[in-house]
């Protein structure tokens, strides 16, 4: 049987993409079955690459058509002169044609994007174009809990415009979708739908969207067979006594979902993976950290997390 391919993108030259990929590929070590495809550009650092040898047998290409030619027991390291946001475009459309199976992605910044001629936004934007898939959620997994987000990066003022029963019953079925890959003492929790409003809107005192959306979303979880609970109050769901309630919470816009989940996991662990899209894709849960690049002091743990659950989903879905 032929092995399962992921591709690793390390993001921005002068981030800390290649170090924690490095560190996190040589935490994990050769998995039974995988092939690791490695991207980066050729000032990526010797010693970074030393350590990868220590684990790796590694061969290195120029480009992804002459990785993909190359079968075995070896991680392909593409030395690229592409903009990275170019490797995530070229690995998603590798994804589209089955000769990759999955991605996971280091921290590649918007203004990067944009200087590649992108209008893409970010990476979701760029796996939303390859796939031409409409509606992709935001899932972060964490060692504590899990949370998806029902919209993305709206501006404050423009939530609750997007806020409606078709909205969240999109993101609920993404949302079920993680709750299926989690562990099974996980997934048989119910998934916890938080409120928009201040006390979950206290039955149309404070705000009606949850009158506008929760009694039809109830009917339509039972009929696909979600477990479901909700509307959560927003300011008391995340309290760690209901950690453990939820295989995931879904959480209507982004700061609602990612200040508890930050605050808890911090900027160091936690992954982010994309809901929705036919392939795998899963990324680190920080940034580029510019300011620490070059010091051997970026903490890999959010990259081991990342190629783990991307290990673990594509053997899902093989």
Not at 39 to 68: G, P
Not at 74 to 90: K, M, Q, T
Request: glycine share 8%.
């Amino acid at each position: 049987m032929s092995n399962l391919r992921i591709a690793l993108t390390t993001g921005d030259d002068d981030g800390i993409g290649f170090e924690v990929t490095a560190k996190a590929l040589h935490k994990i070590g050769p998995q039974k079955g995988i092939q690791f495809i490695l991207w980066r550009n050729d000032s990526a650092s010797t010693k970074y690459l030393k350590l990868i040898d220590q684990k790796f047998e590694r061969i290195v290409v120029d480009s992804l058509e002459e990785a993909l030619n190359i079968e075995g027991p070896y991680l392909i390291d593409i030395c690229s002169d592409l903009s990275p946001a170019h490797w995530v475009e070229l690995s998603a459309k590798a994804c589209m044609k089955k000769q990759l199976q999955g991605i996971a992605t280091g921290p590649l910044s918007k203004t990067l994007i944009k200087d590649a001629g992108f209008k893409d936004l970010g990476h979701t934007d760029i796996l939303k174009r390859i796939s031409k898939t409409k509606t992709v959620h935001m899932g972060f997994a964490g060692s504590e809990f899990n949370v998806v987000l029902a919209t993305g990066h709206l501006p404050v003022a423009q939530i609750t415009k997007h806020i409606s029963f078709s909205t969240v019953a999109e993101a609920l079925i993404n949302a079920d979708l993680l709750r299926q890959a989690l562990p099974k003492s996980q997934r048989s929790k119910p998934i916890g739908v938080l409120g928009l409003n201040p006390h979950a809107g206290e039955q149309g005192m404070i705000g009606s969207e949850e009158l506008m959306v929760f009694p039809n979303l109830a009917s339509f979880a039972k009929e696909k067979g979600i477990p479901f609970v909700g509307p959560l109050v927003p300011d008391a769901a995340f309290f760690k006594d209901n950690w453990k309630k939820y295989s995931v919470y879904l959480c209507l816009y982004h700061d609602q979902g990612l200040i508890p989940f930050k605050m808890i996991h911090g900027q160091d662990s936690g992954v982010h993976i994309s809901l929705g899209i036919p392939f795998v894709r899963t990324s680190v849960d920080h940034g580029t950290a510019k300011d620490i690049a070059g010091k051997n002091k970026a903490n890999p743990n959010s990259m081991i997390d990342a190629i783990k659950w991307a290990i673990n989903l594509t053997r899902q879905q093989a």
